[in-house]
């Protein structure tokens, strides 16, 4: 079982930037895999950014060259830097973990991006 304690969303002009922060109730290196999916209202949650345990990233076209996610192993940490937001970045940011073929996801937690 695990826990993800998603963090960090807000309100931010068009351009700026957020942090988004994702804290597992233990060790992530032994996780097949973290990322963030975002969700609107009416559509399909939708992968933003993931790493494998193996080392593989992947980005949305959508935000690639804009997010970078990063760990702090120390930490049980995973983030998520989101520079350069645009208003179709407005979602529900959902931290995601996969462990031992079982799923996991946190809260979610709001990002609005204003024109």
């Known amino acids: 079982q695990v826990q993800l304690v998603e963090s960090g969303g807000g309100l931010v002009q068009t351009g700026g930037s957020l942090r988004l922060s994702c804290v597992a109730s233990r060790s992530i290196l032994g996780f097949n895999s973290m990322g963030w999916f975002r969700q609107v209202p009416g559509n399909q949650r939708e992968l933003v950014a993931r790493i494998t345990r193996d080392g593989i990233r992947n980005y949305a076209d959508s935000v690639q060259g804009r997010f970078t996610f990063s760990g702090d192993y120390a930490k049980n940490t995973l983030y998520l830097q989101m520079n350069s937001l645009k208003p179709e970045d407005t979602a529900v940011y959902y931290c995601?973990?996969?462990?031992?073929?079982?799923?996991?996801w946190g809260q979610g937690t709001q990002v609005t991006v204003s024109s």
């Open positions: 995601n973990a996969e462990v031992s073929g079982a799923g996991y």
